[in-house]
């Protein structure tokens, strides 16, 4: 229990230093910030978008960024996106981040249980705003971390349409694990995820069993269902519970062989 509190305590603190800084659109000048309004979650709900090389001119793929704030993760992301132009889309939180992460109340967390509503929005409001408003190809990554790593998982056994490939560093898949699992079950089209790539890192120090105990069976379990689903999986040793290298380290696995 004092690892699991001591394991949140630094998340939270990773995430409060990357939201101290500037936020991204001061940071880079090619990221400018949107304002979409969401009839879905009722509420206004900040975007930071950047194009390559301050253009719009030429059809890229689409980085969806959860926790789309933090100005240093966003910066790798443009370091990769220098060599392989993609546009990249920062998705805020308004301080919703419990609510629009948990697919299902947890008795730990107050105000779970809004991820489906949050997987609309993005799915039926912000994508076709993005694809309307920029010249987008066909593919869409989604990146999440912790229980926006949950959420990276969630979006892809509920709508697995939405996205071509998911980056899910240390999902805290254990928060609601028979809910995961039973999803998986409810896939009946295996051929859903056929080519798709799911990429998921996470850190061994300090140990977190919400990831660390469940994330090895359910990727038995992915790949004894979906056969075809490209699937690369580790718990790093040494590494604290979002290892920030697997940001960059899953758009190479998602690009491998391609």
């Known amino acids: 229990m004092k690892k699991n509190l001591l394991i949140i305590i630094l998340f939270f603190l990773w995430i409060n230093n ?56 966003f910066n790798e992301l443009i370091k990769f996106s220098n060599t392989n132009p993609h546009i990249i889309v920062g998705i805020t939180n308004n301080g919703n981040r419990t609510r629009d992460m ?14 489906n509503q949050f997987l609309n929005f993005i799915s039926t409001e912000l994508k076709p705003f993005i694809n309307k408003n920029y010249n987008t190809s066909s593919k869409n990554i989604l990146i999440g971390a ?27 898949i254990g928060y609601c694990s028979d809910f995961i699992t039973q999803k998986v079950s ?14 998921i890192l996470y850190g061994l120090r300090n ?16 790949k004894n269902q979906f056969p075809y689903l490209r699937i690369y999986s580790e718990g790093l040793q040494g590494k604290d519970h979002v290892p920030v290298e697997g940001f960059v380290g899953g758009l190479n696995f998602v690009y491998e062989n391609k």
């Open 207 to 222: 140990e977190m069993t919400e990831v660390t105990k469940y994330v090895p069976e359910f990727t038995t379990l992915l």
């Open 18 to 73: 990357s939201n101290s800084q500037n936020t991204p659109d001061k940071a880079h000048k090619n990221i400018v910030t949107k304002t979409i309004h969401s009839d879905i979650l009722n509420e206004d709900r900040q975007v930071f978008v950047y194009i390559p090389n301050g253009t719009s001119d030429k059809q890229y793929p689409v980085i969806y960024l959860l926790d789309g704030k933090r100005s240093k993760v």
């Open 186 to 199: 409810q896939l009946k089209a295996k051929e859903c995820l056929n080519n798709k790539s799911l990429y």
């Open 146 to 172: 912790s229980n926006s790593g949950l959420f990276t998982i969630y979006a892809m056994l509920t709508q697995p349409d939405a996205f071509s490939d998911y980056i899910s560093l240390s999902p805290t």
């Open 102 to 115: 948990t697919p299902v109340k947890i008795s730990s967390r107050p105000g779970s249980g809004g991820a």
